[in-house]
Every structure is written in structure tokens, then in C-alpha cells.
């Protein structure tokens, strides 16, 4: 038997034709009711939902009614085909089998996390479960995607996940490759409750640290760095993290004083010395030489050398100095704020970052911190607790709020699904990354250091230090320092409960014994 192949413009004529929706010559997905769609405009016409303006029924709409091109349901359309799957009956987009998103989803999950007794790794149910429970299916099976004939990294993770080949321990994902992949299927299964909840730049820190010491070739300077890493950074890394958070500026600082100190130690070497026989004229050509942020990150290491002898005690180490950026001007302020208010070309989640910058003085690295549960209704009055008590929130800015919780990013994706962050992330549980947030503010117009000093001192000037200590969540040894700075008139303000009238006091010797 001969088979015979169509030529090209047999082939086209028989499986392309002009989109009736999107208008280019595409391959067919389909003959509608308004004639050949292509994939792509069919998958976004199934995945619309709503309730149908024709029957009144929340389904998906892929149709148009005739005329206004409204979305309408298949059965108002008059689709001769349906789109429920057949397993759930869930009417959306169906892959192979018929089954929709979701179901083909539980089933590569069920394949993957397999422990070989044709079930799912019992400690691996809640993992299965949380990725499952997605609101956008899809997502996750991107994140699974084949790629050409090998399994995707995620995939092949996942694999031996379930067969009990990778231990559930954070010191087992810190080894993986890649690491990007391994780094968020660690934050998977700490949002899922697999694995205790450690601060991820904690993880990033621990992963990173061994690669350093690895590409270090001196076998002395390697003791020395990793007797540093594990009894002074890695110490108070953890403290940071059990008392607040790590930001990324922290963990960058971090790995920035591990780096300087092997290239101190490297430099000591090409001038024939040691740590051990490392003397004044050496730390004076170093900070000579070197920049001002490479003296600061070198200083924690110098001063740990001489705590545990591995170095000279009597070595003195110049003061560091301090350089703050100006802030900027009340008019630049106001200017700012109001452009925040009225410029929609501006992203809502940057309006609104922008706008708690310059009215409340708060820094990124918080404001990535707060929840929605942060917000909080008191009756027609709207207040953003930063501190106790909250403050209130003016009507423009309540409305702008509002208007981004109800459409935040990141939420319908594989790594953060029902996230109650004000400024989710794309990484699972996690909020969205401080740095970040604060470049795009910069490339908008707002530098964030600079607006929100700005705004504390204005604070300042209209309220004493320590109310605004306590309603902005600053410490109040900054604010009375700042307030002197400026010249404010609360210097003298005493910090305590002031609700209490004068008559409510007891009288003088009431308390005596």
C-alpha cells in the first residue's frame, strides 16, 4: 500500500483557514457557529466565564451573540459541540480524554509523585492537594510541561520526590540542580506544610554558600571562610530571620561580606602575608584601595578575626562612615502624590506602593509585608494598620486601595494560589521582592528612600515623635532623632498615655504608703 502526502498548498487548504474572531490564517481549531477558529482564540473563548446575558447560567461563554458580539453560552450560541469534561463535568478548556485542565493536572500529579505502590508518597498528599486546588489549572501544567523528549526539571524533581530518592529536608534541596527549580519546589512544600517554614533568602543563603567555598582554591583560606559563615554571618542571619524577616538587601549584604573577606584573604597572599601576621600597614593599604562599600562589608569579618585570634588584636579598624541621601522637597512630595492619584498609565500596585511611601513613610521592605488583613473597615472609614493605633486612610487613596486588592497580581498562578499579601509575589507564599518593587517606583518617578523621608519629616512637623513612633511603626529613638534634625516643634514632648484629663489624676501622695 502506497501512502501519498499532501502538498503544501494541499495541506494548508485543508487544515488552515482564516480566524473568524482573530482574522489571521492560523491552524483550525474548530468550526464555530461565526466560522473557523484558530487555537489561540479558541482556548481564551472557552476559558471566558460569567453569567450568560441570554439564559442567566454561570458557565463559560466561548460564543457571540449576534450583533454586539456579547460572550454567550454554547447552548445560546448554538454550538453543535460541548466543552464539559468527562470525568468532573467541568465545562472549560479539554485536553486528552476529554478531560478538562484540572483532572488532567490530578492525573500527571498522581503519575509523578508515585511512590511506586501505584499511589501518591503519603507526606506528599498536601503538596498534591495544594497544587491541585489552583485557581488556574493551566499554570501548573506549563510548570510540568515536557520539553522536547526530556521530562521538564520540575517533573523529573517531582519523580523522585515520590519515589523517596530526595529526602524531605531542607539540606537535601540546597544540593539540587537546577536551583532556580528546586528552589521554588522548596517554597512549594513549606507553603503546603511538607517542610517547616524557614525564610527563603536563609535558603538562598545556605545553597549559595557551599558553591562559594568550592571555587575558593586555597585550602587555609576555605577553613577560615567557613569558620566565619558558620559562627558570625549564619548566626545572626538566623536571628534575623526568627525576629522579623531577611530582606534581600540583607541576604546580598550577607554573601557581600563573604566575598570580600576571601578576596582580603587572597589579596594578604599576593603581598606574601597571612591573617595571622596581618598588621596595621595592611589594613590602612586595604581601606586605601579599596571602596567605601568594600570597607563596610570587610568589617564584620575583621572584627570576628580579632575576637578568635586569627588575627592580631591590637588592630584598629577605621570608623565607618555614614552618608544619608536627601530627601525630598514638601512641593516634590505633593507633586508625586497627586500624579499617583490621577496617572493611570501608572500600574495600580505601583499607585499604590507609591502612595503609602509618601503619605505614611513607610519602607518597601514593609509595605511588601502587609496583608489585606491589614486593611481594616470601621464602618464608612477605611485604615491601614502600620502600627497601633491604624491610620486612617483619605477617600482617593481608599478608593485606589480598594480598587488594587479586588485585582492583584499574582493570584491565580501555580506558586501563590489564595495569597493574602497586599503585593503578592510569583514565588509560592511568598510576597512580592522589596528590590524589585522598589526599581519599578524609581522608574516611575518615586525614589523610595528619598519620598519617605520626605514624609516622616513632614509627619514630624504636624505630630509629636512619639505618636508618630507609634502609628507609623518606627522605633522612637528614630523619630526623636529625626525630629531634632528638623527643627520640629515636639522635641519636648513626653511619650505615654496623654487621654487622661488633669482632674482624673490622683492627688499628690495618694499612692504613698
Not at 65 to 72: A, M, Q, S, T
Not at 226 to 255: D, G, K, N, Q, Y
Not at 380 to 401: N, Q
Amino acid at each position: 500500500m502506497t501512502r501519498t502526502y499532501a502538498t503544501g498548498e494541499q495541506y494548508e487548504r485543508r487544515y488552515m483557514a482564516e480566524c473568524c474572531r482573530c482574522g489571521r490564517r492560523r491552524h483550525k481549531a474548530g468550526t464555530w457557529p461565526d466560522g473557523y477558529v484558530c487555537r489561540t482564540c479558541s482556548d481564551r473563548a472557552v476559558r471566558t466565564r460569567g453569567t450568560c446575558p441570554g439564559c442567566g447560567q454561570d458557565r463559560a461563554l466561548p460564543g457571540l451573540r449576534p450583533g454586539d458580539g456579547v460572550p454567550i453560552c454554547t447552548t445560546c450560541a448554538g454550538f453543535s459541540r460541548t466543552f464539559d469534561c468527562s470525568r468532573c463535568g467541568f465545562e472549560g478548556k479539554l485536553l486528552g480524554g476529554r478531560l478538562c485542565e484540572r483532572c488532567t493536572l490530578s492525573d500527571r500529579l498522581t503519575a509523578l509523585l508515585d511512590d511506586g505502590t501505584g499511589r501518591i508518597r503519603p507526606a506528599l498528599v498536601p503538596l498534591f492537594n495544594l497544587l491541585v486546588a489552583m485557581e488556574k489549572p493551566g499554570s501548573g501544567l506549563a510548570w510540568l510541561a515536557m520539553r522536547r523528549s526530556q521530562p521538564a526539571n520540575a517533573s523529573r524533581l517531582l519523580q523522585q520526590l515520590g519515589l523517596g530518592q530526595i529526602s524531605l529536608t531542607h539540606d537535601a534541596f540546597h544540593e539540587l540542580q537546577p536551583w532556580r527549580t528546586a528552589a521554588h519546589l522548596e517554597e512549594l512544600l513549606m507553603t503546603s506544610g511538607v517542610l517547616p517554614t524557614v525564610d527563603k533568602y536563609l535558603c538562598s543563603f545556605q545553597r549559595w554558600l557551599p558553591g562559594h567555598l568550592a571555587s575558593i582554591t586555597d585550602s587555609e583560606h576555605v577553613k577560615t571562610i567557613r569558620l566565619f559563615a558558620t559562627w558570625r554571618v549564619l548566626p545572626r542571619l538566623r536571628a534575623r530571620a526568627e525576629r522579623s524577616h531577611i530582606t534581600p538587601s540583607v541576604r546580598r549584604f550577607a554573601a557581600e561580606q563573604i566575598k570580600y573577606a576571601t578576596a582580603f584573604l587572597q589579596w594578604l597572599g599576593q603581598r606574601n602575608n597571612s591573617l595571622a601576621s596581618c598588621g596595621q600597614i595592611d589594613i590602612d593599604a586595604w581601606w586605601a584601595e579599596s571602596s567605601e562599600h568594600g570597607r563596610t562589608c570587610l568589617r564584620a569579618f575583621l572584627s570576628w578575626a580579632m575576637q578568635t585570634r586569627n588575627c592580631p588584636r591590637s588592630l584598629s579598624i577605621p570608623a565607618m562612615k555614614v552618608s544619608r541621601r536627601a530627601a525630598l522637597s514638601e512641593d516634590e512630595r505633593l507633586d508625586a502624590l497627586g500624579r499617583l492619584l490621577t496617572d493611570t498609565e501608572i500600574p495600580i500596585r505601583l499607585r499604590v506602593a507609591g502612595v503609602i511611601v509618601l503619605l505614611y513613610a513607610q519602607p518597601v521592605s514593609r509595605i511588601v509585608r502587609l496583608s489585606v488583613d491589614d486593611v481594616v473597615h470601621d464602618g464608612d472609614t477605611l485604615l491601614l494598620r502600620l502600627g497601633e493605633p491604624a491610620s486612617p486612610v483619605p477617600a482617593p487613596v481608599a478608593a485606589l486601595l480598594l480598587e488594587h486588592i479586588a485585582n492583584r497580581d499574582n493570584m491565580n498562578t501555580a506558586t501563590n494560589p489564595a495569597s493574602r499579601w497586599l503585593f503578592p509575589g510569583r514565588r509560592a507564599g511568598q510576597p512580592a521582592r522589596p528590590d524589585h518593587l522598589s526599581t519599578l517606583l524609581n522608574e516611575a518617578g518615586i525614589p523610595a528612600s528619598a519620598a519617605r523621608g520626605a514624609a516622616i519629616r513632614q509627619q514630624l512637623l504636624e505630630l509629636p515623635a512619639p505618636v508618630v513612633a507609634d502609628a507609623l511603626g518606627y522605633h522612637n529613638k528614630t523619630t526623636s532623632r529625626l525630629i531634632r534634625e528638623t527643627g520640629g516643634t515636639w522635641s519636648r514632648y513626653a511619650a505615654g498615655d496623654h487621654t487622661r484629663s488633669p482632674t482624673s489624676r490622683p492627688p499628690r501622695g495618694a499612692g504613698d504608703s
